[in-house]
């Protein structure tokens, strides 16, 4: 089984005082609220990780934001340098004094509550797996793929569960094509982190006064002991130690290097059978809207060829887009505002031909072009993916 083989510092982000990570919805109105958004963009992460490398060196931050400091990692706000984040992800620091990585719900399995009927008060759950088939022959259907991703029914009628996350194990598990074992691999939002409402009031920007009547509410966000975020950055040295300002209100959370062993990618047995399922870990902004970068469309299929990794995209299960945005703090306006398919989307590719190094260099870029079709979202961590099993066992 191998590995992506990289140059990586692994980073711990553990917030020491709320965190408001607004979303991409507008508030501030009368009676407006804003929701939280847990996990952040990546986006975040990387703001924060490039603010504070600068911080650390001394660099006037000023003149940076002005373009007038190229720095050898960063670049200059128009043109980054190396820097780029390849992992964020929920983690958390285990009692071993390890850390281990914590996973958004993949778009091809679905958790049930079971109705407990034993009398334990613990919460059980049931995970089920969908499959790219065929559809019946005398079933129609306007999808433009060869397969279409199909759950078996329970005997009855089930409503998903929400607010669950993967643990590492978990998710080498999925990788493997194994499914998930729900009561050791889950773990509930409210072992994670907690929310409260915070009330906030209008002020005047001309006056820089408190306006009557204009009163909202905004989502707080507090992680429990131990929870934090887990980033991994290439081709810049981040601090061993240091404290960055995270999310809305720049609040304080302490980074350090960590040791982490990640998941392993079973390149060789995707190669050898030729096919795997390709599973977004970060937003993903394609210009194609759900489609990644790579794909072109020959009679009405889909094939990739990027990197050198050749492949046709059979199946597809892609939760609803979302919008990426964000604040530019070197114009001092909003980023552009993009359509993005959302992290756990899948995507299952039959005939795939490719190297274990190709499909490295795959994972090592991300599904961007060359030459790149976004240089800052990509060096800020969007268009990351891992691959699994086409097949489940």
Known sequence: MSTLVTSQTHIFIEPLDVLFMRGNKLFGDPGSHGEALIPPWPSVAAGALRSGILAAEGVDLARFAKGEINHPSLGTPTKPGPFTLTQFTLGRKLSSGEYETLHALPADLVVHELEVTDGTPETQYQIQKIQAQNLHTGMLSSGSLTYLPVMAEPDERRKAASGLWLTQQGWQRYLEGQLPTAKTDLVRVGDLWKT??????????????????????????????????????????????????????????????????????????????????????????????WLPNGFTEQNGEYFLDLHGVKAKLVCASVPRSEVISGWDLAKWQPKPALRAAPAGSVYWLEDLQATPEQLGKLAECGLWSEPCEDNTRRAEGFNRFALAVFDWQ
């Open 196 to 289: 409260e409402n915070r009330i906030g009031i209008g002020l005047s920007a001309q006056q820089r006064a408190v306006e009557e009547g204009k009163l909202f509410t905004t989502q707080a966000v507090s992680m429990l002991p131990g929870v934090g975020f887990v980033a991994s950055v290439v081709g810049a040295d981040v601090p061993a130690h240091s404290t960055l300002r995270l999310g809305g209100d720049g609040r304080a959370a302490a980074m350090q290097n960590m040791a982490l062993k990640p998941a392993a990618i079973p390149f060789e047995t995707l190669i050898a059978q030729r096919r795997c399922r390709l599973v977004l870990t970060t937003p993903g902004i394609f210009s194609r809207g």
